[in-house]
C-alpha cells in the first residue's frame, strides 16, 4: 500500500473512530469542509502544518497518520508505550535520505 494511502485510510479511520464529521474536523483544523473531504478520497494532500493540525485535532501523534498499525475501527493497534511501526515506504525514503546526507557529510571532510 502507498503511503498516500495509508494515510488517507488512517485519517478517515481516527476521525470516524472519534465520532468527528468532515465538517467538525475542517472547523478544528480551520480549513474548509471540501478541503478535508478532498484529502479522504485522495484528490488533495494536506501541507506538514495541516497534518500537524489534524493529528493535534484526533488527539495522536502526526507520524501515526503514515504508520500501518491502525484496526479496521480506527484504533491503534500499538499501545502508545511501544513504538510504531513505520511503514515500509517511508523506512526506505528515510534510508535512502540518510545515506545521502552521510555520503555528503564524509565527502565534505575528505
Excluded: H, W
Excluded at 488517507?8 to 467538525?24: A, E, V
Excluded at 489534524?54 to 495522536?60: D, G, R, S, Y
Aim: hydrophobic share 35%; with cysteine.
Amino acid at each position: 500500500m502507498k503511503l498516500k494511502d495509508i494515510f488517507i485510510q488512517n485519517l478517515r479511520k481516527c476521525r470516524k473512530n472519534n465520532g468527528i464529521s468532515q465538517m467538525t474536523l475542517a472547523e478544528m483544523c480551520n480549513t474548509s469542509t471540501s478541503y478535508i473531504g478532498q484529502i479522504e478520497i485522495g484528490n488533495r494532500f494536506p501541507s506538514l502544518e495541516l497534518i500537524e493540525k489534524i493529528a493535534f485535532a484526533l488527539e495522536i501523534k502526526p507520524y501515526l497518520l503514515f504508520c500501518d498499525e491502525f484496526d479496521k475501527n480506527g484504533k491503534q493497534k500499538v499501545k502508545p508505550n511501544k513504538k510504531a511501526k513505520l511503514a515500509n515506504s517511508v523506512k526506505n525514503e528515510l534510508i535512502k535520505n540518510l545515506t545521502v546526507a552521510v555520503r555528503k557529510t564524509v565527502n565534505q571532510m575528505y
